[in-house]
T-cell receptor, first 116, second 118 residues
């Protein structure tokens, strides 16, 4: 079964500090794509970052970066210089295989609170 | 470019009724996926449509159905509503260019429709 596990239900960080959210996944596929989405209290799901499994280089997007460890099936998200607007639930997700087009598999989410 | 829009934003129905939710994708996007989000089950995939054809389906009963129109707009329908159908229903669209050999493209989400079944 293809699964995503986010082991930290809740986390908090002080404004301007760095925080890392964990994600592990399980798949027997060799080609897949990984994502982090953010869902603030407004409930609008927003793409944070995307990683292609065939790429060894870790993706970065401004203050957001990932640590992708393919062998360990780990895909953590690092948020640098945390801002109050980063307060949200963060979901790790992946998609694989031509028979599973459009089907994102999500983790249970990590609620992140950024404190002033 | 306008984002994904979903209507209505909020719905209240009673058990046994049926409901239709609508999703308009980003202009030029041809794939639409639907998800159900609940506190207990999290985010679960319902189905995906591309060029008016359902390409993929999640593990939901037949009461959940959908369709896609020639302009890529999509609707999902839930018949014989149950209390457990109360959820946030999210729609997401992606591009899928004709020449792409990829099996996926980044999905962009709408604001969701909050369905409450009484």
């Amino acid at each position: 079964a293809q699964t995503v596990t986010q082991s930290q239900p809740e986390m908090s960080v002080q404004e301007a500090e760095t925080v890392t959210l964990s994600c592990t996944y399980d798949t027997s596929e060799s080609n897949y794509y990984l994502f982090w989405y953010k869902q603030p209290p407004s409930r609008q799901m927003i793409l944070v970052i995307r990683q292609e499994a065939y790429k060894q280089q870790n993706a970065t997007e401004n203050r957001f970066s990932v640590n992708f460890q393919k062998a360990a099936k780990s895909f953590s998200l690092k948020i640098s210089d945390s801002q109050l607007g980063d307060t949200a639930m963060y979901f790790c997700a992946f998609v694989y295989g031509s028979s599973n087009t459009g089907k994102l598999i999500f983790g249970q989410g990590t609620t992140l609170q950024v404190k002033p | 470019k306008a984002g994904v829009t979903q209507t209505p934003r909020y719905l209240i129905k009673t058990r046994g009724q049926q409901v239709t939710l609508s999703c308009s994708p980003i202009s030029g996007h041809r794939s639409v996926s639907w998800y159900q989000q609940t506190p207990g089950q999290g985010l679960q995939f319902l189905f995906e449509y591309f060029s008016e054809t359902q390409r993929n389906k999640g593990n939901f009963p037949g009461r959940f159905s959908g369709r896609q129109f020639s302009n890529s707009r999509s609707e999902m329908n839930v018949s014989t509503l149950e209390l457990g159908d109360s959820a946030l229903y999210l729609c997401a669209s992606s591009f899928y260019p004709k020449t792409s050999g990829s099996f996926t493209d980044t999905q962009y989400f709408g604001p969701g429709t909050r369905l409450t079944v009484l």
